[in-house]
T-cell receptor, first 112, second 113 residues
Framework: DSGVTQTPKHLITATGQRVTLRCSPRSGDLSVYWYQQSLDQGLQFLIQYYNGEERAKGNILERFSAQQFPDLHSELNLSSLELGDSALYFC???????????FGPGTRLTVL | SQQGEEDPQALSIQEGENATMNCSYKTSINNLQWYRQNSGRGLVHLILIRSNEREKHSGRLRVTLDTSKKSSSLLITASRAADTASYFCATDALLGANSKLTFGKGITLSVRP
């Protein structure tokens, strides 16, 4: 158990819908990261937050957005969902940049 | 884009043997991290090696880093059936105050009992 929690574990929804994935980092970690894992793209970095501020952006679609709240939990919002958005979404946390990133168990999103 | 490229893509060994996995990357890094993933599950952090380190050990794991060749290797000694998993190397490039891991496609390790 990495100490990073993610909810929900599974999510099944339809095209065009919007979903919210939630992540709670390890106690004491200020940085939160979101990654997407799919069969064709592999593991891709989406976005990093540090103590509530966006720090780095990767291959994140405009339909996706994220935020980190004052209690340091983070949410990833995915809207106008397409079939290709079906993937495993991971949250990771670290005490700061350039440290070990510990991953949560992931949310498996299926878009039908 | 995938910066870390692992080699081989798949490895099958007998229990008790050593497993060596390699990773090459392209840009300057702050650190390189190795992860294990059991089928469809979460990523387990194995080890982090910084750009100024050459070798690191953790239990049965030994990681080396050669920044001049932009490569790293992960050695698992005395492998067990429970080591069967996918292994990923991830590079943490120099991005100022920011940090993002760039993963390779992974190596599938099968350890036969």
């Amino acid at each position: 158990d990495s100490g990073v929690t993610q909810t929900p574990k599974h999510l099944i929804t339809a095209t065009g819908q919007r979903v919210t994935l939630r992540c709670s980092p390890r106690s004491g970690d200020l940085s939160v990261y979101w990654y997407q894992q799919s069969l064709d793209q592999g593991l891709q970095f989406l976005i990093q937050y540090y103590n509530g501020e966006e720090r780095a952006k990767g291959n994140i679609l405009e339909r996706f957005s994220a935020q980190q709240f004052p209690d340091l939990h983070s949410e990833l919002n995915l809207s106008s969902l397409e079939l290709g958005d079906s993937a495993l979404y991971f949250c990771a946390s670290s005490v700061a940049s350039y440290n070990e990133q510990f991953f949560g168990p992931g949310t498996r999103l299926t878009v039908l | 884009s995938q910066q870390g490229e692992e080699d081989p893509q798949a490895l099958s060994i007998q229990e008790g043997e050593n497993a060596t996995m390699n990773c090459s990357y392209k840009t300057s890094i702050n650190n390189l991290q190795w992860y294990r993933q059991n089928s469809g599950r979460g990523l387990v952090h194995l080890i982090l090696i910084r750009s100024n380190e050459r070798e690191k050990h953790s239990g049965r794991l030994r990681v080396t880093l050669d920044t001049s060749k932009k490569s790293s290797s992960l050695l698992i000694t005395a492998s067990r059936a429970a080591d069967t998993a996918s292994y990923f190397c991830a590079t943490d490039a120099l991005l100022g105050a920011n940090s993002k891991l760039t993963f390779g496609k992974g190596i599938t390790l099968s350890v036969r009992p």
